[in-house]
């Protein structure tokens, strides 16, 4: 097993403000996060600055990214959060240059965290699902009451002090992509990422029923075709964007495409680590590694489980099912979450019909047939080993 550079991302709040209907972390039946501190503590993101420390002086890494991410992690408060940065950034300049990411429902912020995010150069995902029509029915607080003008109150305080947005959309089916895009753009962020919704193949049947089967395609190549023909060129708009890098022939290091290695472990607020926290839906505690910051390394999850150390560090077996499927090398089984089913993960995404469909529709605008990609990929490989010869 090679020694990769991670991404660290910090759980630093076990609780959040919203009660989404659809949250993975407290609606598919995973409830460890009960038994949980509300917040990580001083001491739990101490032992993780050394952790993360030791990793990038075993693997040579230098470019460090930490992200923040919950529950809901503006919980902590703006001041500690400036705190964590000041210190990530000066405890690890030994080693590297510090990256740092949060993940926010957005309600809570306001001034004192957009200047926060400002000035420690924060990238901020902020999560909405389209107007308060549609967001409201899904993202609401644990009073029943919605979400979206607090959200679009942070949005503004944020635009405010010149910090850019990067949106988060989980797709609806019940919803016109259509209104829902329109919204997104009308808030001009820096980019906007459509995710589909967290099933499994225990689960996906009842959605094929209700809405026909490829309700993320009928939803997503709406949004392309609109994206395509009438956006901005310099508003990035996942996962489409990445799709057509893959369909060109390049590689894309994300983990719903592409089968690649991971490369990310998470740290719960009481230290434990987990590998990939959304393995939650598929059973409850399988994201569990059994490993905590203050005992043990990052590498040692490699050697907590075989499905650990493929996931994160080697990448996952090709399922049997994508052998010969003509996006085999792009799609490559899709996330690795989603192919749960009965016996583990040697099936291809619960939304595989979605993703082949949208594949082609990405091919049919780009003109560029599979064939067509393994030979671009094979230049482009060969490319890249002459330019690191050199080097």
């Known amino acids: 097993m090679s020694s990769p550079p991670l991404q660290f991302t910090l759980k630093v709040a076990a609780r959040c403000n919203l009660a989404c209907t659809y949250c993975y972390v407290y609606t598919k039946g995973d409830e460890t996060w009960r038994d949980r501190p509300h917040l990580m503590s001083e001491e739990v993101f101490t032992a993780t600055i050394a952790r993360i420390r030791e990793h990038c002086e075993i693997v040579g890494q230098r470019s460090i990214d930490v992200v923040f991410h919950g529950g809901e992690p503006c919980l902590m408060g703006s001041e500690r959060f400036s705190r964590w940065c000041d210190r990530l950034r000066t405890e690890l300049s030994s080693v590297g240059h510090v990256n740092i990411t949060m993940q926010t429902n957005g309600v809570l912020i306001d001034r004192a965290w957009a200047e926060t995010f400002r000035r420690h150069e924060v990238t901020v995902g902020v999560s909405l699902d389209g107007p308060a029509a ?12 919605g979400s979206h003008a607090r959200v679009l109150a942070g949005i503004g305080e944020l635009r405010a002090a010149s910090v850019p947005v990067h949106l988060l959309c989980v797709v609806n089916p019940e919803q016109d992509p259509i209104d829902v895009h329109e919204h997104l753009v009308s808030l001009s962020p820096h980019s906007i990422s459509y995710l589909m919704p967290d099933q499994t193949h225990f689960s996906i049947a009842a959605t094929r029923r209700q809405y026909g089967p490829t309700p993320c395609y009928d939803f997503l190549t709406r949004v392309l075709d609109h994206w ?4 901005p060129v310099t508003l990035t708009v996942q996962p489409f964007k990445l799709m ?4 060109l022939g390049g590689r894309a290091a994300v983990d719903y495409i592409g089968n690649n290695p991971y490369n990310y472990v998470f740290v719960e607020p009481d230290g434990s680590i987990e590998g990939l926290d959304v393995l939650r839906v598929c059973q409850p505690g399988l994201a569990q590694t059994g490993l905590n910051v203050r005992t043990s390394r990052f590498l040692d999850v490699a050697n907590h489980s075989d499905l650990h150390r493929k996931m994160l560090f080697e990448g996952m077996p090709l399922p049997t099912g994508c052998r010969a499927c003509p996006e085999a090398a792009t799609c490559a089984g899709g996330y690795v979450p989603h192919r749960w089913g009965p016996g583990g993960f040697d099936y291809p995404s619960a939304w595989c019909p979605d993703l082949l469909a949208l594949f082609r529709r990405v091919r049919e605008l780009l003109g560029v047939p599979a064939a067509e990609t393994a030979l671009r990929r094979r230049a482009l490989d060969e490319l890249a080993e002459e330019v690191r010869k050199q080097s």
């Open 134 to 145: 549609i967001n409201d029915r899904l993202r609401v607080d644990h009073r029943g009451l």
């Open 244 to 247: 057509a890098k893959v369909v």
């Open 228 to 231: 395509w023909k009438h956006d």
